[in-house]
């Protein structure tokens, strides 16, 4: 059974970090490209960063970019984001994806395979 799982959300103040994480199983995640995904409530879905299947190449949504970093280890199966300097207004389900297309210049929506969330919520 294909299976995306993410973890490591949760409540932070203002200013402080989380590390979430994606775990597959049922298939091996250096065939994809992973991306991390979210969801505020009453808006719509983000792209928020994704990485190649080498991990060679990632993007970030300009709201993130230099507080937030994608990584993958392949060997354990698993993508990283690391979340710095986080904002109130990072609160929102993440949601990690695979899928067979990368592009450097965005995250692409269309991923095959999706987790259920985590929540995070920064208060200010």
């Known amino acids: 059974q294909v299976q995306l799982v993410e973890s490591g959300g949760g409540l932070v103040q203002a200013g402080g970090s989380l590390r979430l994480s994606c775990a597959a199983s049922?298939?091996?995640?250096?065939?994809?490209?992973i991306g991390w995904f979210r969801q505020a409530p009453g808006k719509e879905r983000e792209g928020v960063s994704c990485?190649?299947?080498?991990?060679?190449?990632?993007n970030y949504a300009d709201s993130v970019k230099g507080r937030f970093t994608i990584s993958r280890d392949n060997a354990k199966n698993t993508v990283y984001l690391q979340m710095n300097s986080l904002k109130p207004e990072d609160t929102a389900v993440y949601y990690c994806?695979?899928?067979?297309?990368?592009?450097?210049?965005?995250?692409?929506?269309?991923?095959?395979?999706w987790g259920q969330g985590t929540q995070v919520t920064v208060s200010s």
């Open positions: 049922g298939f091996t995640l250096d065939h994809y490209a």
């Open positions: 990485i190649s299947m080498s991990g060679d190449s990632t």
């Open positions: 994806a695979a899928g067979l297309y990368y592009s450097e210049s965005y995250c692409y929506p269309g991923y095959d395979y």
